[in-house]
């Protein structure tokens, strides 16, 4: 469902204002691409969110299973609004939008619908953040219009020029492109500069849950969000769809970014996407990012080496256990290293891999710390050692998306003095 928050006509200019929805009941009716767009930034202002909706998106399903918000999987019944600071209406359902509105408008509920902004009673703008400053723009007429404001003033605060902002007219058709954006660990001020530049350019955002979601509430409505729903140990879209997604969004004229988690070729089957994309002549761009594997651990106050302690690190993806026929990992090899192990997805195989490590020579004391969704407001970190991290990852409720350190650096720390 697109959205128009901006199109509303009205004989009076909007009030901008500041909503602080932090432990205060947010209702979001509809779990689409709209409202999956929008939940993050709920999320992160730390709304009370109740989720009414009978199917959901895969990474909108991911945020109710891990905990971030209450869905009752139903339609729009009357009282639902009931205690609710703000409203957010995004069905297919005219009637059930039509009812949500005059509820809101009763029980005095500010309300945005994405289906018809000119019955709603607040509007969404388009926001950017830099330096810990929100900038939140309405124009009241194009919402490219609005983005490109927004974007020129986060450009100006971030690098000081404060320069007029101007609109960027975007390429006509026969003319795609695809660009595979690494969009760093999951803090969205960690995407790079350039990244950021694609995706405000982009018509067409493939995304992964692992990359910043917040950057996807940034995005004027016209974007087409696809999720790839690559969620570990749940639903994913085929690589091969994946691939046939790009090559079609690029073959129409489209300005395609792929935004994933981390860095494209780091455990994030880039390559296999930029082949696919060479193979049909489409051109693509490869922006770096910043891998979780180094960046994880530095979040959470532990150097990969150090001096005197590592003087090598070795990223592993454990995924495939170390007793599976499919593995390629040199296990016995990996133990007689004395430098740090960083193992990406591999929390559901952290004791087998242990129980190897120590079977191959590896001491049962080694330190190890396991970082989850490391760089964000949800980071949690454990440490063990390689004799009970297995049982301490299940007694702990330890899920992925986490980073698993190995290695003396994990006791180093600026209290150490080492």
Request: aromatic fraction near 4%; proline fraction near 7%; charge should be negative.
């Amino acid at each position: 469902m697109a959205e128009h928050a901006e199109h509303a006509p009205s004989a009076a200019p909007a009030y901008p204002v500041g909503l602080r929805l932090a432990g205060r009941r947010v209702v979001v009716l509809g779990a689409g691409q709209v409202a999956q767009r929008r939940l993050p930034a709920l999320l992160a202002a730390g709304a009370d969110v109740l989720l009414i909706s009978p199917s959901a998106t895969p990474s909108v399903e991911a945020m109710a299973e891990t905990g971030e918000l209450r869905w009752e999987r139903r339609r729009y019944r009357e009282g639902d609004l009931e205690g609710a600071w703000y409203a957010l209406i995004t069905t297919d359902d005219d009637k059930a939008n039509q009812a949500a509105s005059a509820e809101a408008e009763a029980r005095r509920v500010w309300a945005v619908r994405s289906d018809d902004a000119a019955a709603a009673s607040a509007w969404t703008p388009a926001t950017g953040r830099s330096e810990g400053v929100t900038v939140a723009v309405l124009t009241g007429q194009d919402p490219r219009r609005s983005a490109a404001v927004r974007d020129a003033i986060v450009e100006s605060l971030r690098d000081g020029s404060l320069t007029a902002p101007h609109y960027r007219a975007r390429p006509g058709a026969g003319t795609g492109h695809v660009a595979l954006v690494g969009g760093g660990p999951g803090d969205p001020d960690l995407i790079t500069v350039r990244g950021r530049r694609l995706l405000a350019e982009a018509d067409v955002v493939i995304a992964d849950r692992l990359g910043p979601r917040d950057l996807l509430d940034e995005l004027p409505p016209h974007v087409q969000v696809i999720d790839a729903a690559k969620i570990p140990y749940g639903r994913f879209m085929a690589q091969e769809a994946i691939n046939n997604a790009l090559i079609e969004h690029a073959r129409a004229g489209k300005t395609v970014v792929r935004l994933k988690g981390g860095d494209p070729y780091v455990f994030g089957r880039g390559m296999e996407e930029a082949q696919a994309l060479a193979e049909h002549g489409i051109p693509c761009t490869v922006v770096p990012g910043i891998s979780s594997s180094i960046s994880v651990p530095g979040a959470a106050g532990i150097p990969v080496t150090h001096r005197g302690v590592s003087h090598e690190f070795t990223v592993v993806s454990g995924h495939v256990a170390p007793d599976d026929p499919r593995s390629l990992v040199d296990w016995q090899a990996l133990a007689a290293l004395r430098g740090t192990l960083v193992l990406l997805m591999s929390v559901a195989n952290i004791g087998a891999i242990a129980a190897t490590l120590i079977r191959h020579g590896r001491p049962v004391g080694t330190p190890v710390a396991v970082i989850q969704e490391g760089t964000t407001a949800a980071q949690r970190r454990l440490d063990a050692t390689l004799e009970n991290v297995g049982e301490r990852v299940g007694t702990e409720g330890i899920r992925p998306p986490a980073v698993i350190v190995i290695g003396d650096v994990v006791t180093v720390g600026p209290e150490t003095g080492r």
